[in-house]
């Protein structure tokens, strides 16, 4: 990210409509209060979060920044947050992350959560709070569904979670999920404040930036009203899953490291079964694979995935670690 040149940090509050939307979002998000965590980058979304929240719970924010010192320019971006908070004063810290060989992006999404996580466990918060807006969540919901993605995947990121790994055990809240990405410019412009801009967001190269220029375009598309679709989504993901418990209790008997499913069940109850068989074998499998799996032992194909064997003996399926693979 780049920085805009400087500006005072004391101009002029959010508009007071947004900060009213703010404030009832955390209130159903977070019934009872509390003082909360914002994760804030430095970039606009994150900032706009950071001044809402500022006006509207004023003495239950402390802020947190995380350097993950892949680009030179972040330390910067950190120190831009830092600067922010301390003139406003609001407690702020610096979180400096590794992140390991391999995919970065996912390395760095575990290595951010995990140091939010014990920031905010250390400073006892009762949420931490993301900057996921309206725009962010159409955008993932239209290039999930381009590559044929199932429910799960269209359920997008949830306005109320946890943190996956299980890092803190208090939730992870998102209550911009009803605002759109011109409110939050509104609420800089307002306030004429340095944010940090990410060159990467105007990059054609990315799926989601070619994506977010076509829905600038797109004015009879509304991302809040797929923002709703997609919690009708995640509501319909958890009742399935909910579904997929009993069944698992059913209809899968487990003998040592030997587990069979009899799969009396429609096809995406059999998925999820599966994918949870394969987890409990010590497999962590992706969806396009189970997929494939799912598509073999229906035609009474044996098949394998992260290390487990799965066979069709009559009319159940059979699943147990692979064999050691002889050497020599």
């Known amino acids: 990210m780049t920085a805009t040149g400087a500006r005072s940090p004391a101009g002029a509050s959010p508009p007071p409509e947004l900060v009213a939307r703010f404030k009832e979002a955390l209130q159903r998000l977070l019934p009872g209060g509390g003082k909360i965590g914002l994760a804030v980058s430095g970039g606009p979304d994150s900032m706009a979060m950071l001044l809402l929240a500022q006006a509207a719970i004023p003495d239950a924010v402390e802020v947190a920044t995380v350097d993950h010192g892949l680009r030179v320019e972040a330390a910067k971006e950190c120190a831009l947050v830092q600067r922010f908070c301390e003139l406003r004063g609001i407690a702020c810290a610096l979180l400096p992350v590794r992140v390991d060989e391999g995919n970065l992006q996912d390395q760095a999404r575990q290595a951010r959560y995990a140091a939010l996580a014990g920031w905010a466990e250390a400073r006892g918060l009762r949420a931490v709070a993301t900057a996921h807006h309206a ?138 079964i599966i994918e949870r068989i394969i987890r409990e074998l010590g497999g962590d499998p992706r969806g396009s694979d189970v997929a494939r799996l799912l598509d073999s032992i229906e035609a009474g194909t044996p098949a394998n995935l992260g290390g487990v064997l799965v066979t069709v003996e009559g009319n159940q399926w059979v699943f147990r670690p692979e064999p050691p693979r002889r050497t020599g």
């Not at 306005?159 to 803190?168: K, M, Q, S, T, V």
């Not at 990405?181 to 800089?188: F, Q």
């Not at 509304?222 to 989504?233: F, K, Q």
């Open 135 to 272: 725009d962010d969540q159409a955008e993932t919901l239209l290039m999930r569904l381009n590559r044929g993605s199932g429910v799960a995947g269209l359920a997008g990121v949830r306005e109320r979670g946890f943190l996956d790994p299980p890092y803190f055990e208090r939730p992870l809240i998102r209550p911009l999920l009803t605002f759109r990405r011109s409110e939050l410019a509104r609420v800089i412009a307002a306030a004429g404040v340095d944010v940090a801009h990410d060159p990467s967001n105007d990059d054609d190269r990315f799926d989601r930036v070619r994506l977010r220029k076509a829905l600038a375009h797109a004015g009879w598309l509304d991302p809040v009203a797929l923002t709703r679709s997609a919690s009708h989504l995640a509501d319909a993901d958890d009742a399935l899953e909910a579904f997929a418990t009993v069944l698992r209790s059913q209809h899968v008997r487990r003998e040592g490291d030997v587990l069979t499913f009899y799969p009396l069940a429609p096809r995406i109850m059999r998925f999820r």
